[in-house]
């Protein structure tokens, strides 16, 4: 039987993988590739959660890609327009032909001798398996495992009576008009469900076990706003960009090594939407210093309003457990609600889901180190895009797609059929993220390790990033490249 062969498969085609797609058709126009897919749409995260009110966290000027500037003033939007955003870009590029819908990649099989992947694709519409062969294999999927999300196993949950719902997995046409809602959390996607939930249910209880940083910012960005009316719109993209990027970096900067006096700046700003007298210390105010987690955004401080309209509560406390009518706390109150939300999360899922062996040998990633955010060590031709914790996801995956193109024009003008990220001895390792997340810390066992030293250790620096990646050398001493072994034995007859 043929097997198909391709140069470059990319794995998701949600918004890094939409990037790399891009970057592989403009920068290797040579090269042969295609988007798997497991899912029917574009969009990935974007179309896969359709909870009410979900939007970006980041700004829009940053998350969007640089090379398809976001053209509008409002910086945080929902998240059907930046679905939209990405299928425009999508076909726009002519990238949507290159994706495969349907096609889920469950293993990943590398050999040496020929310098090649060997893939087992799960096709939907049948049902079937088939097997695909790659020079370099580039997974775009994230890090969400899309099949579950996490969900604690709370005492007695079997006694409630109403509907518990996750909103990974919200149910279509869910009518919570008039209701009382519990939503269990404290992340994002809580403080996006509190206030639009609360537009038409008759209460909202945010319900939380430790309280977040949450930071209020206009909707609009009204800089922006000025710069795209003077500019023209590329121009307009990269200097709105910048000035996203610099301000990012300068507050993550200013939080980590002045966090009392961030703290103060946050709680100030908490204050002047919920007034003097609201308990800010006990709903406000976390244990940890900003940007030990992700800060919360809110545009236009929606949810400040809907505390101080009375439409959302604030609980600041631990489950006991459920009662047939709702929770009953440690603290030994109770709360009716005729719905619960657990906005409790996510679970961390490396490359998709897919295993993935190396000459009949089976990695665990938890054992390798990070290279350059991107790559593995002693895993040929195997990429990831993976993005930023402390700034938006799809400037670092915008680099790692054009270094990745580096890497291919590279190997092809030497003559290279691989490269292998070799660890040498006396590197350290430390945890992949230096994020005290829950979702981070359930999985630190099985993300790989960052190194003590470069070209292993995660700056978490876009300004860093962009010389390391894109002017530093592809052949730095550590990457290891090679040709293909059967090649080299018919080469020689």
Known sequence: MQVEHLDVVVVGAGLSGIAAAYYLKTQTSRKTFAIFEG???IGGTWDLFRYPGVRSDSDMHTLGYG???????????????????????????????????????????????????????????????????????????GYHDYAQGHSPRWPDRERYTGQVVHPQFWPENLDFAGKRVVIIGSGATAVTLAPEMAKT????????????????????????????????????G?????????????????ARKRPERMKAMIRKGVRAYLGPDYDIAKHFTPSYNPWDQRLCLIPDADLFTAIRSGKVSVETDHIDGFTETGLRLRSGATLDADLVVSATGLNIQLLGGMTVDVDGDAVDFGTRLNYKGMMY????????????????????????????CRLLNY?????????????????????????????????LAKLPKQGTRKPWKLYQNYALDI??????????????????MRTQVASKR
């Open 467 to 484: 010389a390391t990646l894109k002017y530093g050398k592809v052949a730095d001493g550590t990457m290891t490249f090679a040709k293909a």
């Open 201 to 236: 249910a008759a209460h909202v209880t945010m319900l939380q076990r430790s309280p977040t940083y949450v930071v209020a910012r206009p909707a609009v960005d009204a800089i922006a706003k000025s710069i795209q009316e003077k500019l023209p719109k590329k121009i307009a």
């Open 377 to 404: 060590s002693d895993v040929p031709n195997l990429a990831s895009a993976f993005g930023y914790t402390n700034a938006s996801w799809t400037l670092k995956c915008e680099l790692t797609a054009k270094y990745v």
């Open 411 to 443: 190997m092809d003008a030497k003559g290279f059929a691989s490269c292998t990220p070799r660890r040498e001895s006396g590197i350290g390792e430390l945890p992949a993220l230096d994020f005290s997340s829950g979702y981070v810390q359930r999985a």
């Open 67 to 141: 090379f398809a500037p976001w053209a509008s003033d409002r910086s945080i939007v929902d998240g059907p327009s930046i679905r939209d955003y990405i299928n425009d870009t999508a076909k726009r590029e002519g990238i949507v032909e290159k994706i495969r819908f349907g096609h889920r990649v469950v293993h990943a099989s590398w050999s040496s001798a020929d310098a090649r992947w060997t893939l087992d694709v799960t096709v939907a519409a049948d049902g079937a398996r088939k097997r695909v062969t790659c020079g370099f294999l580039f997974t775009c999927s």
């Open 238 to 254: 990269t200097v709105v960009r910048w000035k996203n990027v610099l301000l990012q970096m300068f507050f993550y900067i200013y």
């Open 39 to 41: 899912r029917d749409a």
